[in-house]
């Protein structure tokens, strides 16, 4: 059964994102807002102000116990056992031959680990860690629990107005603080490559707290469709488009989710092929591309070489509203991989020729620790 | 001058032997922000239902097909330079080309502005 013919269910912000003007779509199996007054002005509306997220259908994960590190450690490749408390890490389950079977935020928050899949893979990856964890790991998938997420260069603003202290964050950290009374779990990371936050809160008490969110004159609500060309510009890749099981670390160019301590001692599935793809360099290789002219090339257009054979794939594509030009991600030959490289696609019959670009195509804004933004 | 609909969105306004052809204020609020327009050449024969513009939204790619059959007499050069046209005025400035009509009779299968209007409810 296709994403699109699953049965959709609803989430705990459904009628507010009705009331607002949502126009709701069937996606990762629930339904969701695609846009509210268009996703032109929304993306700009995020890259210049702040813009409010539902992502309650990721999958939030708690994974404990004494177990818990070396566990998780046999299934990722981060380095857990530096990973401070409140830290956050971006990781990858990896399969048995290197492929990606989701990625993910993981946090230590002081006992425990706490997890961020993404919505589509959620049930396959509760069931894989089930299968491969420790039998005195406890792993809970907090059903009860809602993800917003306040990205853009006014965020910080708005929600220090609401919970003091969300300024002190630095990117990739989080702590527990209080949003009108309500408790969250509040993070300094995103999907946007804005400054920003994403915050967990319960389920029953989430239409509260996005009600006091959306009263600060910083923000407005955003849909799927512009976080989609906002994590496109920031270079970042969507699991089930950018990267699935028949992907390696390597290829997809997220070496940095390889923590130096792993890469050398392996540990986590696929560490042989993974290694020597960081040894001799993969065969493809995920890059950005700028397009010429102005018509978008999608997901799904081929990448061709001279004799118009198929050579490789965009698995991301389509208007940059920064930019205001078309921009692809796609997996390209390693001998075309290299910034300022020529490409050709093909998508309908018809033939484009793009440039291999460095990602991100928009400079990422994050508050990293030092003060330099 | 009439102005026609069809059931792929578009409208068709006649006036002598000409048509004008565009996307309707419906069609442009379910593509959403459009970002490209592709029009066809002058003197391209087009025949109703094939192929005949792009238009591409943020979102999406869709065809626009011709309503009617004919000749290409001109392609709006405006919504080529300025896709956005086809948001705000959908049925002025936004147009996408002018054909000369080769069977006039295929304008009677289409719909009138308050047929459309019901059609378009009915959706």
Redesign the interface.
């Known amino acids: 059964m296709s994403e699109a013919d699953a049965p959709t269910a609803t989430l705990p912000l459904d009628a507010w994102h009705r009331a607002r003007g949502g126009r709701m779509v069937a996606f990762a199996g629930y339904e969701m807002p695609?846009?509210y007054e268009?996703?032109?002005?929304e993306h700009r509306w995020t890259r210049t102000s702040a813009g409010l997220f539902d992502v309650s259908h990721m999958g939030q994960l708690i994974v404990a116990g004494p177990e818990a590190e070396a566990g998780l450690e046999t299934l990722l490749p981060a380095d857990l056992a530096i990973l401070k408390d409140g830290r956050l890490r971006y990781s990858l389950l990896l399969s048995d031959d290197g492929g990606i079977i989701d990625d993910l935020m993981v946090t230590r928050r002081g006992d425990h680990f706490y997890m961020v899949v993404n919505g589509a893979t959620k049930h396959g990856d509760i069931e894989h860690l089930r299968a491969r964890l420790p039998r005195t790991v406890v792993l809970d998938h907090m059903k009860e629990q809602a993800l917003v997420a306040l990205q853009g260069p006014k965020a910080v603003d708005a929600l220090a107005r609401l919970a003091p202290g969300v300024e002190q964050l630095t990117f990739m950290t989080g702590g527990a603080f209080e949003i009108g009374g309500v408790p969250a779990w509040i993070s300094r990371s995103g999907y946007t490559g804005e400054d920003g936050f994403e915050i967990s809160v319960a389920a029953n008490r989430v239409a509260a707290v996005a009600d006091l969110l959306l009263e600060q004159e910083e923000v407005k609500p955003i849909g799927l469709?512009a976080r989609d060309?906002l994590r496109l510009e920031a270079g970042l890749p969507l699991y089930g488009h950018d990267l699935d099981e028949e992907t390696t670390p390597v290829e997809a160019d997220l070496t940095f989710a390889l923590s130096k301590r792993r890469r050398e001692q392996g540990g986590f599935p696929g560490w042989h092929r993974i290694a020597t793809e960081l040894a001799d360099g993969p065969i493809r290789k995920r890059v950005g591309l700028a397009v010429e002219g102005?018509?978008?090339v999608?997901e799904g257009a081929a990448v061709i070489d001279g004799d118009g054979d198929e050579v490789g794939k965009v698995t991301s594509g389509?208007?940059s509203?920064m930019l205001e030009a078309p921009i692809a991600m796609a997996y390209v030959p390693a001998a075309s991989a290299a910034p300022g490289s020529e490409v050709r696609l093909a998508q309908?019959g018809k033939i484009f020729q793009a440039k291999v670009t460095p990602m991100p195509f928009v400079p990422h804004r994050y508050q990293r620790k030092g003060g330099a933004s | 001058m009439t102005i026609h609909y069809t059931e792929e969105h578009e409208w068709v306004r006649v006036d002598g032997d000409t048509a004008t052809v565009g996307v309707t204020d419906f069609a442009q609020g379910q593509l959403g922000d459009v970002v490209f327009v592709e029009i066809p050449d002058a003197g391209r024969q087009v025949t109703k239902g094939g192929e005949a513009a792009v238009v591409e939204s943020v979102k999406a790619a869709s065809d626009v097909y011709a309503p009617v059959s004919g000749e290409i007499v001109e392609g709006n050069q405006a919504v080529v330079d300025e896709p956005s046209l086809v948001n705000t005025d959908p049925e002025g400035e936004g147009w996408f080309f002018k054909l000369r009509l080769s069977d006039a009779s295929e304008l009677e299968g289409l719909m009138d502005a308050e047929a459309y209007k019901s059609f378009c409810e009915s959706q």
């Open positions: 695609i846009q268009g996703i032109l002005t469709g060309s102005r018509q978008p999608r389509g208007f509203p309908r």
